[in-house]
């Protein structure tokens, strides 16, 4: 099993649309858990960190569950500047050895 | 907004060569990365540092590469003889690392290594 597993995608929505992302990791004693974006040949930036209890960032909702060892990132209302490939990231411990998947590439279109 | 700076942003090299990759981590963070990412792969970790040495390194930080923070602001990572595998996009990331707290990583826009 893959150390974080994500859907390559690319999904294509049309603007408005809703759209999730899923991602499964392998260590259960992974500490935290985090949500990047990358546009074409940038750097990765934090879109959000992941908590247990879910948690909401305007259009963005990510939710935890520890027991399935599965991440998951929802966009309400999709607008043309959220394209680019999401990451989902996963820290094993305390060091920030980021383990990164490999990305969900995300297309709105007009 | 503070950010985390790297030059070059473009390096052609020819195989065997040193390069020398710099990076002015955020100034009052404590912990610097490398992570590197192939064209068309993830994002791969490659060392960590803390208080002047090096904290965690992974599989692909063997003897050919180093780093060095020579002075209170940068932080350096040198390839001693570069193979054509060393292709990638290099980014240095800084965190604040506050005792009880996570903190974000922050990361650069990248140094693209081209080696020939």
């Known amino acids: 099993r893959k150390e974080v597993e994500q859907d390559p995608g690319p999904f294509n929505v049309p603007e408005g649309a809703t759209v999730a992302f899923n991602c499964t990791y392998s260590n259960s004693a992974s500490q935290s858990f985090f949500w990047y974006r990358q546009d074409c040949r940038k750097e990765p930036k934090l879109l959000m960190s992941?908590?247990?209890s879910g948690n909401e960032d305007g259009r963005f909702t990510a939710q935890l569950n520890r027991a399935s060892q599965y991440i998951s990132l929802l966009i309400r209302d999709s607008k043309l500047s959220d394209s680019a490939t999401y990451l989902c990231?996963?820290?094993?411990?305390?060091?920030?050895?980021?383990?990164f998947g490999s990305g969900t590439r995300l297309l709105v279109r007009p | 907004e503070p950010e985390v700076t790297q030059t070059p942003s473009h390096q052609v090299t020819q195989m065997g060569q040193e390069v020398i990759l710099r990076c002015v981590p955020i100034s009052n963070h404590l912990y610097f990365y490398w992570y590197r990412q192939i064209l068309g792969q993830k994002v791969e970790f490659l060392v960590s540092f803390y208080n002047n040495e090096i904290s965690e390194k992974s599989e692909i930080f063997d003897d050919q590469f180093s780093v060095e923070r020579p002075d209170g602001s940068n932080f350096t990572l040198k390839i001693r003889s570069t193979k054509l595998e060393d292709s990638a996009m290099y980014f240095c990331a800084s965190r604040l690392g506050l005792a009880g707290g996570a903190g974000e990583l922050f990361f650069g826009e990248g140094s693209r290594l081209t080696v020939l």
């Open positions: 990231v996963v820290n094993p411990d305390s060091s920030y050895k980021l383990i």
């Open positions: 992941v908590y247990s």
